[in-house]
DNA sequence: ACAACTTTTGCAACAAAGTTGCATTCTTGT
DNA sequence: ACAAGAATGCAACTTTGTTGCAAAAGTTGT
């Protein structure tokens, strides 16, 4: 393995660009969940916004990152972790948390949803679930 | 009790006003919940864009209505329930559909979200859980 | 019912988020 | 190294959301 983002990639059946390499190590390097504007300020080179918008695009289709539900109409991304990187659409059973302090989104990993029961007739395709408090390091 | 909407609209301490009537009555009448467009096209008389933002706000604000999160980065909102018009920041205890087919999101006021265990040292002020799938009437 | 006061509304102007078409540039398999 | 296919950048546009300010409401006490 030269290079986890490269990895990444060819796995995906993706072609291995500049801005995909710089945009996936983005989301490898910080540990929390990136919105549009964070990758577009993050990125050490400068790619135009509609790169990022198609790449986050390309990636979700690929299962490479899933997206995060949220109220403040901003969508944030976060990497799916190795077990589900394999195929195109699939769930991620983990809980996201965003604290008030930081600002910052996570993937708790190691909390699952709890399984519901809803009324008849309702059929589950996803489950998301999106925790807002205070984050461990911010106590 | 001559109007429904005026009645909540008073009894949040909000000057009853055509615009906070009018969208009041909206959510009222519309079983689902509601973003800023469907509000924008669904009124009988036509207010001014910010006008509902801020409408909205105040409602929020209220404790009248409350915000869904969603990956679409559309905002929502739903009628809160009456049991928790009265104070300002509340917390929604039942969980969201939303329907792949009609698009339409809905409250599961019968369904409440399952407490769940974070690891040590997360405080948690709100949950939220939104459920994808076909919803009853769609199948 | 009316004046005085407070809120709310609409307008203009703006900022940010997201999309589409098309020509140019880069990747990849051979 | 080359041709075919894919990705990028640019321009232009749509949608979403915000702010300041003057005009038009709503509210309250008399």
Redesign the interface.
């Known amino acids: 393995m030269i290079n986890k983002s490269t990895d990444i990639l060819k796995n995906s059946g993706l072609s291995v660009t500049a801005g995909r390499k710089s945009i996936l190590e983005l989301f490898i390097a910080s540990g929390n969940a990136l919105a549009h504007q964070d990758i577009e300020s993050g990125c050490s080179e400068q790619f135009d916004r509609v790169t990022i918008y198609r790449t986050l695009q390309t990636f979700l289709d690929k299962g490479i990152i899933h ?9 944030r991304y976060a990497l799916c972790n190795e077990t589900c990187t394999t195929t195109g659409h699939h769930h991620d059973n983990h ?1 996201h ?1 965003r604290c ?1 302090q930081c600002s910052k989104t996570l993937c ?1 990993d ?2 699952s ?24 390091s911010c ?1």
Request: proline share 8%; hydrophobic share 45%.
């Open positions: 997206s995060i539900p949220a109220t403040d109409s901003i969508t809980i948390f008030e708790l190691e909390v949803i709890p399984v519901v029961k809803l009324p008849d007739g309702y059929l589950i395709q996803e489950i998301n679930m999106v925790v807002t408090g205070i984050c461990k106590r």
